[in-house]
């Protein structure tokens, strides 16, 4: 963990310029800053370096600096104060819905505490929207979800098609349930995820064939119109692929 500077401002030195100037320059400095901060480069209580050490850090303006700042505040993870400069606030102040700070907070997560804790989220949530479809599908819907199921049998031999397909035939069953936030939380949640290694892991052939037999037990229960049956069979299988591709990253656990 980089050490702070004087009087508690931390040292320019630990934040990551970039090597080719972005064309986002605003966006690009808050990517480079959250990372810092959720890595724990720049600690909880942390002052940032001051306006004209980021302008040279990053190569931009002041208004660009003072943009990225609004937005780092909005995100919770920093507290700009008149006189006081701006201090990054503690973990639990951080709003972890937000893509980009989700994003960082998934890719330091070698212990995969919240990547557990976003398996929970996501396995309640699935669940209670697998129920709803099972009352309020179309026939539509549920020819479309066989489809798909179909389309998974076919691909369990090429496990980076059948991940893809995967995830319309859950969105695909969200859609049925008519619930729009449930699906938007997981569709944020689990996006930023599957953007990284420690969630996907290493699909093959075996890991794919035994989801799709728990993909096919939710089909049955969703087809027999039992709410309580697909939430179950639900909640087993997102848990059950969890497990099975569950492995802390070496290079980041502690």
């Known amino acids: 963990m980089a050490k702070s500077g004087r009087s508690g401002v931390q040292d320019p030195a630990a934040l990551k310029p970039w090597p080719k100037r972005p064309a986002r320059l605003a966006h690009a400095v808050v990517e480079s800053l959250t990372d810092s901060i959720v890595s724990g480069a720049v600690p909880p209580g942390a002052t940032l370096p001051v306006e ?91 020819r479309e979800v066989e489809r798909l199921l179909d389309r998974l049998d076919e691909e369990i031999a090429a496990p980076a098609r059948f991940v893809e397909t995967d995830v319309f035939f859950h969105d695909r ?20 995820a599957r953007s990284t290694f420690l969630y996907n892991g290493t699909p093959d052939g075996h890991s794919c064939e035994q989801a799709n037999a728990e993909h096919r037990r939710i089909v049955e229960r969703l087809l027999a119109r039992d709410a309580q049956g697909a939430a179950q069979a639900m909640t087993a299988h997102i848990e059950a692929a969890w497990s099975r591709r569950r492995i802390p990253h070496p290079d980041i656990a502690s």
């Open 173 to 192: 069953i969200m859609q049925a349930s008519r619930n729009r936030l449930g699906r938007s939380i997981i569709r944020t949640v689990h996006t930023q």
């Open 52 to 142: 004209p050490e980021l302008c040279e850090t990053f190569g931009v303006s002041r208004i660009t600096v003072r943009e990225a700042v609004k937005s780092l505040e909005a995100k919770g993870l920093v507290r700009a104060r008149q006189g006081s400069g701006t201090t990054v606030t503690q973990p639990e102040e951080w709003n972890l819905l937000d893509p980009v700070v989700l994003a960082a907070t998934v890719q330091h997560d070698g212990e995969l505490v919240v990547l557990d804790q976003l398996v929970g989220v996501r396995s309640a949530l699935e669940a209670q929207m697998a129920a709803q479809a099972a009352e309020l599908a179309t026939d539509d819907d549920l």
